[in-house]
């Protein structure tokens, strides 16, 4: 995992939920849940997270399983960050069904998944990794676009495209000494004990 990935995951889940007007109560909540939304790679073997290069099919299998391996650990949060939660368990679900762990389509899947699906498929899509280039923010967008409708919910796009490149490049590369935590990760406030 490169440095900085939930953050900037968890800063461009608060852009997109800002644009789609959510309330600033369950914009906490979501930044939370967004920050966290990969919490069960934990279960994942560190030379599978670590590998140089393109995992296997079969690694692919194992990191396929880390939504599902988020429930026990956020269970205990649960009470405070009621469904968004479930960007955990489902930011890897497809708006047509096809995606993974539970097949949900459309609506079914919680907004919290559905923010933060675009959310990391933008970081994912940007980033360079061991086995792939990052694209443009421009190809990226437009990647977003074309899968608008498919992978991605369409409200959920439209309200990312809405944020302005300037916006989104700050997430990418912050001034230095700007990323003291919290103070560019944007959190109004912490959760109470």
Same mark, same amino acid.
């Given at each position: ?63 396929? &399983?880390? +939504? /599902? ?7 205990? %949060? #649960? ?5 968004? !939660?479930? =960007? ?10 096809? &995606?993974? +762990? /539970? ?7 919680? %907004? #919290? ?5 675009? !959310?990391? =498929? ?32 369409? =409200? ?38």
């Amino acid at each position: 995992m490169t440095r900085g990935y939930s953050e900037r995951v968890r800063a461009y889940t608060n852009l997109i939920a800002e644009e789609m007007g959510v309330p600033a109560e369950d914009l906490d909540k979501l930044q939370w849940a967004a920050l966290l939304h990969d919490v069960g790679k934990m279960s994942v073997p560190a030379e599978i997270l670590n590998k140089a290069g393109r995992p296997t099919d079969a690694e692919w299998e194992v990191l396929r &399983g880390h +939504p /599902g391996a988020a429930i026990p650990l956020l269970t205990p %949060l #649960a009470p405070w960050l009621g469904d968004w !939660a479930l =960007a955990a368990t489902q930011h890897h679900e497809r708006w047509d069904g096809d &995606g993974y +762990p /539970g097949g949900l389509a459309g609506p079914n899947i919680s %907004l #919290a998944g559905r923010i933060v699906a675009v !959310a990391d =498929a933008y970081d994912v899509m940007t980033s360079v990794r061991s086995y792939k280039s990052g694209l443009s923010p421009a190809l990226a967008r437009e990647e977003l676009t074309s899968s608008a409708g498919t992978q991605f919910d369409p =409200a959920v796009v439209r309200a990312f495209l809405a944020v302005g490149l300037g916006r989104l490049r700050f997430v990418a590369a912050p001034l230095p000494g700007s990323t003291s935590w919290p103070g560019w990760l944007g959190f109004r406030r912490v959760p109470p004990l």
